[in-house]
């Protein structure tokens, strides 16, 4: 049973996910290309790194076509058992960002400052799709 009126142009919205779907599946291709052509430690963690994403891309965008199909739902019950584990994960995100701020800060070398800031920035975005979890407690329990 198929959901109405979740986006503008709903039609157009499920194809442009459609066709970011294949983008993916032509990103991870391109990255199997990479690693079959090169043993560099660098650009193969690099190309595994954008594949690995990629793939989880993929994945997400199948969980929005689910979502708008109303196949995929979240109850109070089921957030507010999780709750404690949501929070305690969030605690530490927010503890791996600030440890990898740290050592951003002591490194001086140009492909290590690259590495952590890229380690960076990953950690924060764990951070904010864990806020991103309490922002979905408030809506289910706008009282809580």
């Known amino acids: 049973m ?17 066709q970011w779907q294949k983008m993916e599946d032509a990103t991870i291709a391109s990255c199997d290309e990479i690693l079959e052509a090169t043993d560099n430690k660098l650009v193969t963690t690099i190309a595994g790194i954008i594949k690995s994403d990629s793939e989880n891309h993929k994945m997400v965008l199948g969980v929005v076509k689910e979502t708008l199909n109303g196949t995929i739902t979240l109850t109070p019950d089921e957030l507010g058992e999780l709750s404690g584990l949501l929070d305690k994960h969030r605690d530490l995100e927010k503890e791996s960002v ?14 290590v400052n690259h590495l952590v800031s890229y380690l960076l920035e990953d950690e924060r975005k764990h951070y904010m ?3 991103q979890l309490n922002d979905f ?8």
Do not use: C, D, W
């Open 137 to 144: 407690k408030k809506k289910l329990y706008p009282y809580a």
């Open 129 to 131: 799709l864990m806020h």
């Open 2 to 18: 198929a959901t109405r009126n979740l986006v503008e142009e709903q039609e157009t919205f499920e194809a442009g996910i459609s």
């Open 98 to 111: 600030e440890l990898a701020a740290e050592q951003l800060e002591l490194s001086r070398n140009f492909v």
